[in-house]
């Protein structure tokens, strides 16, 4: 038997605008727990840190983008979001809130100055000094954290397959592909590793729209380079504006990874 859990998610778009999107869960009913009775549950999803925030009623943000991928669970109060858009979600305790406006004009939020939510009351009640804080859990998505993860898995994959690729040229005696054999290990192996420890060290510069473009260029490119490099060193000269353009891809996305690197050192 499976059921649904409703959350808002707040995201920008290609022209930084920011919008809410209502999106589901599914929770399908099995024995999480045994021997407790089975109830709901979803797919786990791994987090990289948590946090609680306290924010004070009267608090107002403007304008600003969500400093990490995170979801916000509500356990006390009420607190507006409001996308660049102009629309406007209230959550309340048990809501949740997924935020992805990393990029782009971000949202404002505030604290609404009078008044609580009590959590399964429905009801307001007499404003203190506690009730007037809106209290937050934050299960913050592990998007940096899985950037360099990508990475030094992908890195590995390379040193496998160049460790490989060594050992059949001296079994063979036949080193025709030496310079794949480099680029494997100097593109793939070296290079992706330190990518990815660098990623993981600095997850402010992870969670750029830099970061992920550096990925894709990089993760698409190479092999095609790679496949090209191997054709070309076995006498297929034709390959060689497609060996060139592969080159100057994964060049660009290197680009990316300086320039991003030049803004988040020290940070």
């Known amino acids: 038997m499976e059921s649904l859990l409703t959350y808002d998610r707040l995201h920008s778009d290609t022209a930084g605008e920011s919008h809410f999107a209502r999106l589901e869960i599914s929770l399908s009913t099995r024995h999480f727990a045994p021997p407790a009775p089975p109830f709901g549950v979803s797919e786990l999803t791994p987090v990289s ?22 979801w916000i669970f509500f356990l006390n109060g009420e607190m507006e979001f409001e996308a660049s858009d102009g629309e406007r979600r209230r959550d309340v305790p048990g809501n949740a809130l997924l935020l992805e406006d990393t990029t782009g004009k971000g949202h404002r939020s505030r604290v609404p100055g009078a008044g609580c939510r009590v959590p399964g009351a429905g009801c307001r009640a007499p404003p203190t000094r506690f009730s007037r804080l809106s209290s937050c859990a934050l299960s913050f998505f592990n998007e940096e954290d899985s950037m360099g993860n990508r990475f030094l898995r992908l890195a590995v994959i390379y040193l496998l397959v160049g460790v490989t690729l060594g050992i059949g040229m001296a079994a063979s005696h036949n080193y025709t592909m030496r310079p794949v054999h480099a680029h494997l290990n100097l593109l793939g192996w070296a290079s992706m590793g330190l990518f990815g420890l660098w990623y993981r060290s600095a997850p402010a510069a992870a969670d750029t729209r830099l970061a992920k473009v550096h990925f894709w260029l990089h993760n698409l490119a190479l092999p095609v380079q790679m496949v090209t490099l191997a054709m070309f060193m076995g006498g297929n000269q034709a390959v060689e504006p497609v060996l060139a353009l592969a080159s100057v ?3 660009v996305g290197l680009v990316c990874f300086a320039i991003n690197l030049w803004k988040h050192t020290g940070s």
């Open 49 to 70: 840190r948590c946090g609680f925030l306290r924010v004070l009623a009267g608090f107002v943000g403007d304008l600003h983008p969500s400093p990490l991928h995170m």
């Open 249 to 251: 891809v994964i060049g």
